[in-house]
């Protein structure tokens, strides 16, 4: 049994800056890839960041410069910062990630997602 919680998300103005947390518990051995998605009303999931065990990140172009993510293993919580936020940046934003379990088997787990809004 493993669940993802995230907090941080809110209503924000143009501009601003938001920070998001998301922090595994449960059954954990180890985490590999943890990461941020989102989704707006009517559009598909997209990612927006990644970042490996090891510390390695990769970022949509969109968001690239502005956003930042980073992880505590010892937590097992991944962040997202978010900076110079855009009206086009509102969706819910999901935590994502590839559990290893205690019996050694290798699972995707999903937040229940938090709402981020831009305003203009």
């Known amino acids: 049994q493993v669940q993802l919680v995230e907090s941080g998300g809110g209503l924000v103005q143009a501009g601003g800056s938001l920070r998001l947390s998301c922090t595994a518990s449960?059954?954990?051995?180890?985490?590999?890839?943890m990461a941020w998605y989102r989704q707006a009303p009517g559009k598909q999931r997209d990612l927006v960041a990644s970042?490996?065990?090891?510390?390695?990140?990769n970022y949509a172009d969109s968001v690239k410069d502005r956003f930042t993510i980073s992880r505590d293993n010892a937590k097992k919580t991944v962040h997202l910062q978010m900076d110079s936020l855009k009206p086009e940046d509102t969706a819910v934003y999901y935590c994502?990630?590839?559990?290893?379990?205690?019996?050694?088997?290798?699972?995707?787990?999903w937040g229940q997602g938090t709402q981020v809004t831009v305003s203009s």
């Open positions: 994502h990630a590839s559990v290893v379990n205690t019996a050694r088997s290798q699972t995707i787990y």
């Open positions: 449960g059954s954990i051995f180890s985490i590999n890839d």
């Open positions: 970042i490996t065990s090891g510390g390695w990140s």
